[in-house]
């Protein structure tokens, strides 16, 4: 093993501990790759340092910790510990494939190489996985994309690679992004502004996420709050990537007070269960059916999920307009644009 590995890779992990073993045990199984390093950076709860030191890994791992960070901060503090050129980042719940390493920790590529992500094999997902776990987003858009080059829109941070020195040189994530969701598309924009390529890199890797009802609701909620903190931070792309800050703000995205959202999160509950007993069988008809109705109910979830959030984040905001906020990486805040 030389001095310096040719690759840093970087997992942020929140406990997950079943999930951080079985991502460590498939980058020992991984084949034609150059050295690498493993940066296992535990967010938020000390579970998983102890079990760590006392295994024995196939190649140098560092661990570090952080007590109030979200993920975006947890991949910055990734990075800063990096001995090398070459950053390839995994969420704890990828499954990479045997090349992964070898496929976008080379650093051949210039710009941003991302894995394909599917969801695993011999996996039944539910319908809310189905709509909006990543691999469904791959499916629909990425394929067709690549053919003509990709953009920032389609970035998505849970398997991708870079140069260090770019990946420094942009700030890292903006650590502003306390919630779940945007700080991806966020440092997207900045690097395709910043003129990074963006590129699919021939690896294939599995997401391991299973979503229901109550799930999808929380992430709409999480969205809603981050997509205030983007808005702020690039007012000007509210008209690009509409978010659904300035729809609130307009009352355009508006619910009654009392909205029953209970009713439709045990609807939604119903159909997975009625979509798990007819996945097989001669009822094909009746699933298209269900399937078509628990879009709509899901659609209807994720929009007040989200009007949640924003609501939620601005309330908060307003009552803390002379409280030091938390700033990420060069962020510069700017004040939410009024109401038309």
């Not at 007012?235 to 978010?243: I, S």
Request: charged letters at 25%; glycine letters at 8%.
């Amino acid at each position: 093993m030389s001095a310096r590995p040719a690759c840093s890779v970087i997992v942020p992990v929140y406990a997950r501990r079943h999930d951080l073993a079985r991502l460590l045990g498939k980058l020992g199984e991984q084949t034609g790759a150059p050295e690498f390093e493993v940066v296992v950076v535990e967010n938020g709860r000390r579970l998983n340092y102890r079990w760590l030191r006392q295994r024995e890994w196939p190649f140098p791992l560092r661990y570090e910790y952080v007590d109030d960070g979200a993920q975006a901060k947890a991949r910055n503090v990734g990075a800063a510990l990096a001995a090398a050129p070459r950053l390839l980042f995994l969420d704890s719940d990828i499954d990479p494939g045997p090349n992964t390493v070898a496929a976008l920790g080379d650093g051949e590529r210039p710009g941003v190489v991302m894995a394909d992500v599917v969801f695993p094999a011999r996996t039944k997902v539910s319908l809310a996985t189905h709509l909006y776990d990543v691999p469904a987003y791959f499916r629909t858009t990425y394929r067709a994309r690549a053919r003509t080059g990709l953009s920032f829109r389609d970035f998505v941070s849970c398997s991708f690679a870079m140069s260090r020195e770019e990946f420094l040189a942009l700030g890292g994530f903006d650590e502003g992004f306390t919630h779940y969701g945007y700080e991806d598309v966020e440092f997207a924009w900045r690097a395709e502004k910043a003129g990074i390529p963006f590129h699919l890199g021939g690896a294939k890797v599995a997401h391991h996420k299973q979503l229901g009802p109550t799930a999808v609701h929380a992430r709409a909620q999480q969205l809603g709050r981050s997509a205030v903190h983007f808005v702020r931070r690039h007012p000007d792309l509210e008209d690009t990537l509409p978010l659904g800050v300035r729809d609130t703000l307009d009352g355009v995205l508006a619910f009654p007070p009392v909205f029953d959202i209970d009713r439709l999160l045990r609807e939604a509950a119903w159909i997975e269960r009625q979509l798990t007993m007819l996945r097989r069988g001669p009822s094909l008809g009746r699933a298209r059916g269900l399937i078509a109705h628990g879009r709509e109910v899901y659609h209807e979830i994720t929009r007040f999920g989200r009007y949640q959030g924003i609501s939620t984040e601005l309330a908060r905001l307003d009552t803390r307009t002379t409280t030091q906020e938390r700033r990420g990486h060069g962020t510069q805040l700017l004040p939410l644009p009024a109401a038309r």
